[in-house]
């Protein structure tokens, strides 16, 4: 009799999970591709985010941050955060010598490659860097991003770093 009774429960395992199959088959339609990267836009993530704190009685300070896209290009084109008044995104060169920086409207990334904003190279220009700045804490940045006329963000937490780290 305890015999009956195992089977009778494994075949009622067995009747269900099909049913579960069957169902989930129905509610799907077979033919649905998945959508692609392409068709659900470009996907961005990073790493190395940082704020320099601000030398001495100074309110402006430098930032950085490595950006990677996968599924299609993107043009960063502005940054901003709380415990920043202005954050723009600059270049920096040497010339004859002399280190000359320039702000500029933005940033491409293509897809599949990176950019990396960082201290002597592109970089976030901050000024009127609040108190909260300060090294060991961390600040939130907002990326803004265009995609093919498609606006995108990214929040990214930023290490403070003192000078020397």
Sequence with gaps: ??????????????????AVLAFAAA?????????????????LSYT????????GARDMTMGGVTLSVEG?????TSASSTSVGTIELHT????????QMRQ??????A???SLELKRGGNHL?????????????????????????APMTLVVEADVRVVGE
């Design 1 to 18: 009799m305890g015999r009956v009774i195992e089977k009778d429960f494994a075949m009622s395992r067995l009747i269900l999970g099909a």
């Design 27 to 43: 509610c799907s339609p077979a033919d649905a591709p998945t959508p692609s990267a392409s068709e659900t836009g470009p996907v």
């Design 48 to 55: 190395d985010a940082f704020i320099m704190e601000p030398i």
């Design 72 to 76: 299609g290009d993107v043009t960063l």
């Design 92 to 99: 920096m060169a040497m010339v004859e010598g002399k280190m």
């Design 104 to 109: 500029v409207e933005g940033f491409d990334i």
């Design 111 to 113: 897809d599949g490659d």
């Design 125 to 149: 220009m901050m000024f009127d860097v609040g108190e909260d700045v300060v090294g060991g804490e961390t600040v939130d940045i907002t990326l803004n991003f265009d995609s093919n006329g």
